[in-house]
Nanobody, 111 residues
Framework: QVRLVESGGGLVQAGGSLRLSCLASGSMFSINAVGWYRQAPGKLRELVAATTSGGSTMYADSVKGRFTISRDNAKNTVYLQMNSLKFEDTAVYYC?????WGQGTQVTVSS
């Protein structure tokens, strides 16, 4: 079983930055792809960024050039660096590995 704990969310002004962290328990973390998703009120959960065990990355078009996903397998942690935040980035951000989800961390961007 894998337990995921997100942190780093908060309130930030438009144009600001935040770094989210996802700390995973369990030995399977390093061999799995990890994704960051987000869900805004009234909207479906969407994939924001993902990284494979080999370090390949992908991003949603809406965050390309602003967000960076990275992982530290030795620390069982995946990060999401979010720069140039926009009001529309406001959402609960979730970490996902295999069948497992974290509890989410709220990101609120004020315009």
């Amino acid at each position: 079983q894998v337990r995921l704990v997100e942190s780093g969310g908060g309130l930030v002004q438009a144009g600001g930055s935040l770094r989210l962290s996802c700390l995973a328990s369990g030995s399977m973390f390093s061999i799995n792809a990890v994704g960051w998703y987000r869900q805004a009120p009234g909207k479906l959960r969407e994939l924001v960024a993902a990284t494979t065990s080999g370090g390949s990355t992908m991003y949603a078009d809406s965050v390309k050039g602003r967000f960076t996903i990275s992982r530290d397998n030795a620390k069982n942690t995946v990060y999401l660096q979010m720069n140039s935040l926009k009001f529309e980035d406001t959402a609960v951000y979730y970490c996902h590995v295999g069948f497992y989800w974290g509890q989410g961390t709220q990101v609120t961007v004020s315009s």
